[in-house]
T-cell receptor, first 111, second 110 residues
């Protein structure tokens, strides 16, 4: 009965590879998000996706692309991974201005 | 602009009260939120307060909101070692995206 689930939990890969992280929510929420948490634990919004409207944080490189096959899923695809992409990536969802519910995070390590 | 600030570190002794402070700049948020992140885990919603309220109490947690000064605090009574975590303050200006503070790392000493 997990509300927001992300896979994989850990991802270790080499520089230059392309990878995807999946996120699913079973809360019926209309908005989903991707955040990046760096080594200092600072949280930065990357994307929000609501009813097919994508809002992008302008600081996010275009190597990152969200893909939403339906309202319950928002996957994150990353091309040409770089060392600086190493971080924990969190998916979240919400309805209106109600609190966001977070997944457990995907720990991405670039070798 | 949108900005949420918190002090980065707080240490307290077990059994004492902890007070974590937060200041924000945008007064349009309907709610203000506190999240807790334990090591290796995701963010867990602790509590939130409607912007027209001054105080909200939930068991050991007390949230105080001073809207005039744009100051939010979280008080944890009888702090336990299990309360050691990072606490994030957040607002949602204009009903748009959440803006999180940098997080306060609470260490509870025996």
């Amino acid at each position: 009965d997990t509300a927001v689930s992300q896979t994989p939990k850990y991802l270790v890969t080499q520089m230059g590879n392309d990878k995807s992280i999946k996120c699913e929510q079973n809360l019926g929420h209309d908005t989903m998000y991707w955040y990046k948490q760096d080594s200092k634990k600072f949280l930065k919004i990357m994307f929000s996706y609501n009813n097919k409207e994508l809002i992008i944080n302008e600081t996010v490189p275009n190597r990152f692309s969200p893909k939403s096959p339906d309202k319950a899923h928002l996957n994150l695809h990353i091309n040409s991974l770089e060392l600086g992409d190493s971080a924990v990536y969190f998916c979240a969802s919400s309805q209106g201005n109600q609190p966001q519910h977070f997944g457990d995070g995907t720990r991405l390590s670039i070798l | 602009g949108e900005d949420v600030e918190q002090s980065l570190f707080l240490s307290v002794r077990e059994g004492d009260s902890s007070v974590i402070n937060c200041t924000y700049t945008d007064s349009s948020s309907t709610y203000l939120y506190w999240y807790k992140q334990e090591p290796g885990a995701g963010l867990q919603l602790l509590t939130y307060i409607f912007s027209n309220m001054d105080m909200k109490q939930d068991q050991r947690l007390t949230v105080l909101l001073n809207k005039k000064d744009k100051h939010l605090s979280l008080r944890i009574a009888d702090t336990q070692t299990g309360d050691s975590a990072i606490y994030f303050c957040a607002e949602m200006p204009n009903g748009q995206n959440f803006v999180f503070g940098p997080g306060t790392r609470l260490s509870v000493l025996p």
